[in-house]
Nanobody, 129 residues
Framework: QVQLVESGGGLVQAGGSLRLFCTASGGAFSTYAMGWFRQAPGKERELIGAITKSGGSTYYADSVKDRFTISRDNAKNTVYLQIYSLKPEDTAVYYC??????????????????????WGQGTRVTVSS
């Protein structure tokens, strides 16, 4: 059983940057593709992007492609989300997820028949204007 713990959230000013962390324990981290998601107040959870098991490839949702960077360090069992030029509309709870199949991470928020093997509990990011 893999446990995912997000950290790094908090209150930040618009225009700033933030790095979120998702650390895994209890399983073989490198056998999972990883994804980052967010859920803003009153909205559905949305995909930010995903990264392959090796970290060699990433996929980003079109809405966030320019300001978000996902990376991972398999030696540290950690996946990162770097956010640049934060905007008030980035205020949300940010979640990481793990699944052996990258495609599942990409479609889980739009395909109700899909779910990830593991989700973290989320870390809250609040961006003040």
């Amino acid at each position: 059983q893999v446990q995912l713990v997000e950290s790094g959230g908090g209150l930040v000013q618009a225009g700033g940057s933030l790095r979120l962390f998702c650390t895994a324990s209890g399983g073989a981290f490198s056998t999972y593709a990883m994804g980052w998601f967010r859920q803003a107040p009153g909205k559905e959870r949305e995909l930010i992007g995903a990264i392959t098991k090796s970290g060699g490839s990433t996929y980003y949702a079109d809405s966030v492609k320019d300001r978000f960077t996902i990376s991972r360090d398999n030696a540290k069992n950690t996946v990162y989300l770097q956010i640049y030029s934060l905007k008030p509309e980035d205020t949300a709870v940010y979640y990481c997820g793990a699944d052996p199949i990258l495609h599942t991470l990409v479609v889980v928020t739009t395909d109700k028949d899909k779910d990830l093997e593991f989700w973290g509990q989320g870390t809250r990011v609040t961006v003040s204007s």
